[in-house]
């Protein structure tokens, strides 16, 4: 008989498993999981595709003998909690019947079951009951909405989870009351005894937990309640009046630390982790050396000889993000700065992932203009703390792997400003040295169109600047203390930032000069312009992330865009316009070679080879933009590119470093925030709520999530629609799939019409559209697709041209992509055209 792995109750067969799980609410596209033999929780990606499996390998396996549940058995049976948590129940009995308002339990011939004389409860303790039950659940929820800063979803989520907790309850306690009941050989007071202990352990359900100590004292037990550490910075004496009397009062200036050794260490004894740094790690190894893939490939890296020992790398990102209104009388006053720590050791869809990139240590922006602050004072703990890591690692116990694992501060990141303020370098982006890379004089930097290597700053001639102590010889304001962490240093161990230098800054300045340029040639006018942004088919890619309407002020066009609308805009302003300028137009050259150079900097996929023709690109570019802006000088983010090229062998692709993911993180610090009444010790009440979210995450262990899904339907092979036309390697006639509507794996999301890049044909990429979602064997992701033709690539609009075609189906696996990211078509003036994030 198949068994319930949410009651596990044992059904007497598969029609009425299929009704006994839809009644408790199990969506179309929940996992089920298997509770059978040595199966162990093995989980599948629907009930259909359970049932096959249970067919299979569990139809002709003996039952389980039946008989009475004891009271720790259904303790047992109650740590189903730790099961998917969006799961709903009701209650149920163990022959699958509902136990409802509405249905007596009835005999059950099949499990010899005897008649429960329901005349023995009356109708007017059955109603008391359900009036309580209903009451309380009534003003439960309405308490939730009375908590005003509490969002609806957020509501839900509670009630969802309260629903599955009292059905837990009830599933569990339903069995073992009934065996009870109808074992005829257990004594009365023993039946009597065993339910007052069953139904007083409910009675006060959160008795072990019902206070903040008492929770986060069993969390410290379990191992997954890390508390933030208080940090001294410094005491100020203010100025306060109080019952008319003027007074210096002592206030102490309070950071707060999160120990990051022991973040590492339960992050890294997480179910399946350490497995997967390992097989990364192998991975990595083994790359061709000719191209550049990650910051483990990078030249900078691969310089480093560890002895034998195991060392991972850290990147730790640092930047301000304001708690109150940015724009309100307070602004500045509340301003906190974060430091997060990526994991570079992971793949890419990990180390992107906001659950695997850790909030570490907060303190108030404004501490760092005190007095008497500096800045060993604000980060002399993080210093010390990497220090340790490198010298003495942590001890760590997973299935393939005990001992030592050490780690080093690989890569410094952050926007411009934020960098200069904590290594130590000038904050004036006009002074005579504003560049932390190389030493050139601003009057150069202005002018300067590719890197001039003996201006680089390394670790000799920083030593020799720093000695001179002066500002505006250098360009440096002090010695930078995160010099003391041991294989770190300021002028070798900062990584670029794509986001803050391009999408805030270079697709800026390009667009402004050229929209100018063609508007005032009469190419088109504003109006037009921004009549072709609001009717633009962005797709369902990039819909999320419209640019607003443009406007020109002072001379200049204003974007009123986010980073992420920007580079929407950037990306399609080829496709948007081109129509409308001519072939060869010296300022519409501007724009396409900066897309020239994004497709090498913001590609995951970089050979050595591409690192000559992105300088050439870069020399080009400055030289045109400075041809054709009317002030005659480069921005300071324009001079960074000149240092890109540099940049990429020695860390690899710079997609890895960009701050786009990081300042998603403000977010929850913000939210927390904005929930909070009071300001006094802000760092620490943030803190506070961020120990239970790192709780949250290791009691979840969600961390590897790699396959989430939408509603299927269960079909073999020859019933799909698309079966005649099959092309290519095709499964086998009989072989079951899961058709989805959408599919999001390892972060990237998958819908029909989408695009993919499955090859090259002629030094032309190979698009496929994609018709259908396929899941097989529960965790393959597949695609129905049907080939475009790829015409050419059309250089004015920096995007290849397409058409349809043939009626051809082919079946391709996504681990055969050769570029995993979709795209979609546009078709602008009946064309129809692709273009993509990177260059292919």
């Not at 000695?467 to 161990?493: A, M």
């Not at 006018?525 to 819909?543: A, P």
Request: glycine fraction near 4%.
């Amino acid at each position: 008989m198949p068994v319930c792995f949410i009651c596990k109750a044992n059904i007497k067969d598969e029609r009425l498993f299929r009704t006994h799980m839809r009644a408790h609410c199990l969506r179309r596209s929940q996992k089920v999981f298997c509770v059978e033999g040595m199966c162990d929780m093995k989980d599948y990606i629907n009930l259909s595709s359970f049932m096959r499996h249970y067919k299979d390998v569990h139809s002709n396996a003996p039952e389980a003998p039946a008989g009475l549940l004891g009271i720790q058995q259904m303790q047992n049976e109650a740590n189903v909690i730790n099961q998917p948590p969006d799961i709903p129940l009701i209650y149920q009995l163990d022959d699958g019947n509902l136990l409802n308002d509405d249905d007596a339990i009835l005999d059950d011939q099949d499990h010899n079951m005897n008649e429960i004389d329901v005349d023995q409860i009356t109708q007017v303790q059955l109603q008391k009951f359900r009036s309580l039950l209903r009451n309380e659940i009534d003003l439960f929820i309405g308490k939730l909405h009375g908590k005003i800063k509490v969002p609806r979803n957020v509501i839900q989520e509670v009630v969802d989870y309260s629903h599955r907790l009292l059905g837990i309850v009830g599933n569990s306690l339903a069995p073992g009351s009934l065996d009870l009941v109808r074992n005829a050989l257990v004594d009365r007071n023993e039946i009597c005894r065993h339910l007052q202990i069953m139904f007083g352990s409910i009675s006060q359900p959160f008795n072990s937990l019902r206070s903040e100590y008492m929770r986060n004292k069993t969390y410290r037990e379990e191992g997954t309640f890390i508390k933030a550490q208080p940090i001294l910075v410094q005491v100020k004496s203010v100025t306060v009046i109080e019952d008319g009397i003027e007074m210096e009062k002592a206030t102490p200036l309070m950071a707060h630390f999160f120990p990051l050794n022991l973040i590492l260490k339960q992050f890294l004894q997480q179910p399946g982790v350490f497995q997967t740094v390992l097989e990364f790690l192998e991975e990595m190894r083994n790359v061709d050396e000719d191209v550049l893939l990650h910051f483990l490939n990078g030249k900078r890296w691969r310089s480093f000889n560890f002895e034998g020992k195991l060392v991972l790398p850290l990147f730790l990102y640092s930047d301000d993000f304001e708690c109150t209104n940015p724009i309100g009388a307070d602004k500045g006053l509340h301003k906190i700065t974060g430091f997060y720590v990526s994991l570079p050791f992971l793949p890419l869809h990990l180390q992107r992932n906001l659950k695997n990139i850790f909030i570490i240590y907060l303190h108030h922006s404004l501490d760092r203009k005190e007095e008497n602050v500096n800045d060993n004072d604000l980060y002399g703990c993080l210093i010390e703390e990497f220090t340790d890591l490198f010298n003495n690692g942590i001890n760590i116990e997973t299935p393939v792997y005990s001992g030592k694992v050490y780690f080093m501060l690989a890569l410094m990141l952050g926007d411009n400003l934020g960098l200069h303020q904590i290594l130590g370098f000038t904050l004036c982006f006009t002074a005579n040295y504003p560049c932390s890379t190389c030493k050139v004089r601003h009057d150069e930097l202005i002018k300067q169109v590719e890197e001039d290597e003996s201006l680089l700053r390394n670790k000799q001639n920083y030593t020799q600047q720093v000695q001179l102590n002066d500002i505006s010889q250098t360009g440096i304001i002090e010695k930078c203390i995160w010099n003391e962490v041991p294989q770190f240093h300021c002028c070798e161990s900062v990584g670029p930032d794509i986001m803050h230098d391009n999408q805030e800054g270079n697709f800026i300045f390009t667009l402004d000069l050229v929209i100018r340029s063609l508007i005032d040639r009469k190419y088109f006018s504003l109006e037009e312009l921004n009549d072709v942004i609001l009717g633009f088919d962005y797709g369902m890619i990039d819909k999320d992330n419209k640019p607003n309407c443009v406007a020109i002020e002072k001379g200049r066009v204003v974007f009123s865009v986010t980073a992420s609308s920007m580079n929407t805009l950037f990306k399609y302003f080829g496709l948007m316009v081109g129509h409308l300028v001519h072939e060869g137009d010296f300022v519409w050259r501007l724009y396409l070679l900066l897309r020239k150079i994004m497709d090498i900097v913001y590609n995951r996929y970089i050979p050595k080879t591409d690192l000559s023709l992105l300088k050439q690109y870069i020399k080009e570019y400055n030289s045109l933009f400075l041809k054709l802006s009317p002030k005659k000088r480069l921005k300071n983010k324009q001079h960074h590119l000149v240092h890109y090229p540099t940049k990429l062998e020695e860390n690899g692709p710079p997609v890895y470093t960009s701050s786009d993911r990081y300042e998603h993180l403000h977010q929850i610090s913000k939210g927390i925030a904005t929930s909070i009444n009071s300001n006094v010790d802000l760092t620490g009440s943030i803190s506070t709520r961020l120990e239970l979210y790192l709780h949250s995450q290791f009691k979840t262990n969600s961390f590897l999530h790699e396959l989430e899904c939408g509603p299927s339907q269960t079909l073999t092979v020859s019933d799909l629609p698309e079966f005649q036309s099959l092309s290519g390697e095709v499964p086998a006639h009989d072989v079951v799939v899961e058709v989805v509507n959408w599919c999001k794996f390892k972060g990237t999301m998958y819908k029909p019409k989408m695009v993919l890049v499955t090859g090259y044909e002629n030094n032309l990429p190979v698009f496929q559209e994609i018709k259908r979602i396929l899941i097989i064997d529960s965790k393959k992701l597949f695609f129905l697709c049907a080939k475009l033709h790829t015409l050419y690539f059309d250089d004015h609009f920096h995007a290849y041209a397409i058409k349809r075609a043939s009626d051809d189906h082919f079946f391709i696996n996504q681990l055969d992509l050769a570029h995993y990211f979709p795209t979609v078509i546009q078709s602008p003036q009946g064309k129809q055209f692709i273009t993509y994030k990177y260059g292919l």
